[in-house]
């Protein structure tokens, strides 16, 4: 209860920021598989946005050795990383306190966020006994919400992948399912995304949290099947 409180106070306070005057970090993580309970993650690509400006010179990017030694033979397929090629990688212990540091103060992006954000939670509680809590925001939920206002194409409804989304937004994808180049095709699409709610003057934290932080329930088929590729 007292996290609740402690978590709705957080939001008020964030909420009155301006988007221009918020740190982001967009974030994009490599999995041996989509079952949280079973799969580790074995990629963590990140880069820093200030409002909607990408800082290109500040990214984060590891691979992990997972503790997980049963790799499916699709997630290899789609990412083509190999069990030997992370046999010297470190363990993920490290690696998620410098992610946890690199990511302080900022706001969490993602494509299908929600994915990333349970395997991160679950591996930081698990390795780090810490409990990782924080807002995030999905560039699918806000594209869809642009969709039905009209804002952006209705033909664009069938759109899910990262590499649909970019291509229907004049944005070329490169070297997709590494996680830090899908990191900075994500903080592209959030680029013109902001952009767009500029434009309909959406200028605030609390707005964009309305939009892109909602329910995700309608969205779980479609993000393990087409929209989240691992």
Known sequence: ????????????????????????????????????????????????????????????????????????????????????????????????????????????????????????????????????EPFAIDTLLIYKWLIKRGILPMHFSDKNSLEDIALSMDIEPKELHDALSDAFTTAQIFQKLLAYLGDIRIFTVGELLDIGSGDESRYQVLIKKEAYPL
């Open 1 to 132: 209860m007292i996290k609740f409180f402690r978590k709705k106070r957080e939001k008020s306070i964030i909420s009155k920021k301006l988007i221009g005057d918020t740190d982001f970090v967009v974030v994009d993580t490599e999995l041996t598989g989509l079952n949280e309970f079973k799969d580790n993650i074995i990629a963590i690509g990140a880069i820093k946005m200030k409002g909607r400006t990408i800082k290109i010179g500040d990214v984060f990017y590891r691979t992990v050795s997972p503790s997980t030694k049963k790799f499916r033979k699709e997630s290899i397929m789609i990412h083509e990383i190999t069990p030997s090629e992370l046999e010297n990688c470190p363990k993920i212990d490290p690696i998620l306190k410098e992610f946890i540091e690199f990511s302080k103060d900022c706001l969490l992006v993602g494509h299908c966020v929600n994915v990333d954000l349970t395997f991160l939670k679950r591996e930081i509680r698990t390795a780090l006994r810490v409990i990782f």
